[in-house]
């Protein structure tokens, strides 16, 4: 097997290939719907909260409007999104905190959205890169953590230090691209329950591919 840094510059090559068109699926339309769409998006599928969120920013288009917002109301409102009352309770702080400390306008910097209530890093991540192209850190979702254990990039199971052995292989300019294409692999390739090896673009770089069954 290569040294880590060569599979990890061959693996970055391979993903782009392989998908090019990756993106953010979650939709919006500025960095506060981003925010909230990703604060909703734990634990449920971006498919879903694209459903939501699309009435959701019609009757809350801003952080102002939602930062009023009733506790039972935005419940029922997110309800479908699961974890629905610490997610209603977590927007409607995190909106709160976006008009009281900074004018109603999302933060755009790591520091300031992780001190928002509710967010943490990855969200942060994600808004920066997708909604301000930041690329101050790379986004460790599910996907990203299986998909970069899997190929030998990290034995870390903690996300922060999943994130840090990533950043110290792959090239700053790839960042947001690479945790896209990872997630799309995860999605499409590299399932949880059962991978699919034997199709994989990877699997000869891959340290945990299978052996094709016969
Ligand atoms: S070879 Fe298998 S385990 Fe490795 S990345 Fe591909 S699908 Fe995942």
Redesign the pocket.
């Known amino acids: 097997m290569r040294k880590k840094q060569e599979r990890a510059e061959e693996i970055v090559h391979r993903l782009k290939r392989m998908y090019r068109k990756a993106k953010c699926s979650l939709d919006f339309t500025n960095a506060f719907e981003l925010l909230i769409a990703t604060m909703l998006s734990a634990q449920s599928t971006d498919v879903r909260v694209n459903i939501v969120t699309k009435s959701l920013f019609r009757k809350y288009p801003s952080a102002e409007v939602m930062a009023r917002a009733g506790q039972v109301e935005m419940e029922r409102d997110v309800r479908q999104t699961g974890f629905f009352r610490n997610k209603a309770k977590a927007v409607i702080a995190a909106s709160k905190a976006i008009v009281e400390k900074h004018g109603g306008e999302v933060p755009d910097t790591m520091e300031t959205l992780t001190a928002l209530p509710g967010v943490g890093r990855k969200t942060a991540n994600v808004v920066l890169s997708n909604a301000f192209k930041k690329s101050v850190g790379i986004v460790v979702d599910t996907h990203v953590t299986r ?1 970069s254990g ?2 030998g990039l990290t034995s870390n199971s903690d996300a922060v230090k999943i994130e840090e052995d990533l950043m110290k292989l792959i090239p700053p300019k790839e960042w947001t691209a690479f945790s896209h294409r990872l997630i799309a ?1 995860g999605r499409e ?3 949880a329950r059962k ?3 034997a199709q ?4 000869d770089v ?5 052996e094709p069954q016969e």
Do not use: M
């Open positions: 998909v899997r190929l692999h390739v590299c399932v991978p699919k090896c994989c673009g990877l699997n891959c340290p945990s591919a299978e």
